[in-house]
């Protein structure tokens, strides 16, 4: 039988703890993902709730809105012909102060 040399073992200590490490990597990874989904679910249903949210009568233009956006948003198609002061449905800034009146879900 033949002398095992001390090199060739820690070399097979070494690479049984670099597959053990690599194999709890995956398993973590796959944790994480799992979590992230989770995460990525809360967010869509908090979207999802902001959206169909019913606005108030007097709405305050944000950033970035436009009158369509906020139509659908707060689901109020007559926007234009409620508010006759929008001389330009294109002219809508941040500030500007709307009245909505959202159709009745039947």
């Known amino acids: 039988m033949g002398r095992v040399h001390s090199s060739t073992i820690l070399a097979e200590t070494v690479s049984w703890y670099c597959s053990l490490v690599l194999a ?7 944790c994480d ?3 992230t989904e989770d995460e990525q679910t809360a967010v869509i249903v908090r ?10 009568e007097i709405y305050v233009v944000r950033e970035g809105e436009t009158l369509h956006s906020i139509s659908e948003k707060c689901g109020d198609p007559y926007i ?3 508010n006759p002061h929008i001389h330009d449905p294109d002219d809508v800034f941040p500030g500007l102060v709307i009245k909505i009146t959202p159709l009745k879900k039947r």
Do not use: G, N, Q
């Open 24 to 30: 709890l990597m995956l398993i973590l990874s796959c």
């Open 33 to 35: 993902s799992i979590a």
């Open 47 to 56: 979207v999802k709730d902001s959206i169909y949210k019913p606005c108030d």
């Open 80 to 82: 234009v012909e409620e």
